[in-house]
């Protein structure tokens, strides 16, 4: 298994809504990670887990709110959200380690789920 | 601070002419480097890397090549198709002990004519 599967893959909310985006991998990377991306713009990092806890918190507000329960799953829960925080939000995950690394390594990202806040 | 630039927005080849695409960092510490394609909502998709203690590496019709004293990377797609038209996003990692900060340029759009 070489995926990162987000769910949902559309999402709309009231900005007054309680939601959660989901992601989860099984290709035993113990680094995750969430990006935002707005059209025509590189993705931006929000948070990294390494090992299920977090390690980076880009000064992301508090209405967003990341968990990982586990070394398989990532969660991002949305609350308050405003008009500006519509964007395509992406999970990635790695490897923990520059050790026996593949010839071509990177970064897999998951399809992401496509926000939109109103 | 722009860490990694793109400074071609776009970039029209013809199909089956190389296409080139560049990339410069301003971070020595960077130790990879990354090349995504991404389609218009959908994830990026990962296409090539290169370690910063290499200077060359290619896999099929993909090659990047890596100038360290210059600051300067290129991906270089031979020959170039009609589905390589995607926006390409250079990307540089910096290694943290236990995850890697990723950080990319602002893409380039390649239009591969027919």
């Known amino acids: 298994d070489t995926e990162v599967t987000q769910t949902p893959k559309h999402l709309v909310m009231g900005m007054t809504n309680k939601k959660s985006l989901k992601c989860e991998q099984h290709m035993g990377h113990r680094a995750m990670y969430w990006y935002k991306q707005k059209a025509k713009k590189p993705p931006e990092l929000m948070f990294v887990y390494s090992y299920e806890k977090l390690s980076i918190n880009e000064s992301v507000p508090s209405r967003f709110s990341p968990e990982c329960p586990n070394s398989s799953l990532l969660n991002l829960h949305l609350h308050a959200l405003q008009p500006e925080d519509s964007a395509l939000y992406l999970c990635a995950s790695s490897h923990i380690s520059r050790a026996f690394l593949p010839t071509n390594y990177g970064y897999t990202f998951g399809s992401g789920t496509r926000l939109t806040v109103v | 601070d722009q860490q990694v630039k793109q400074n071609s927005p776009s970039l029209s080849v013809q199909e089956g002419r190389i296409s080139i695409l560049n990339c410069d960092y301003t971070?020595?510490?960077?130790?990879?480097f990354l090349w995504y394609k991404k389609y218009p909502a959908e994830g990026p998709t990962f296409l090539i890397s290169?370690?910063?203690?290499?200077d060359k590496n290619e896999d099929g019709r993909f090659t990047v090549f890596l100038n360290k004293s210059a600051k300067h990377l290129s991906l270089h797609i031979v020959p170039s198709q009609p589905g390589d038209s995607a926006v390409y996003f250079c990307a540089a990692s910096l290694f943290k002990t236990s995850y890697d900060k990723v950080i990319f340029g602002p893409g380039t759009s390649l239009s591969v004519i027919p």
């Open positions: 971070n020595s510490m960077f130790d990879y």
């Open positions: 290169i370690s910063s203690i290499k």
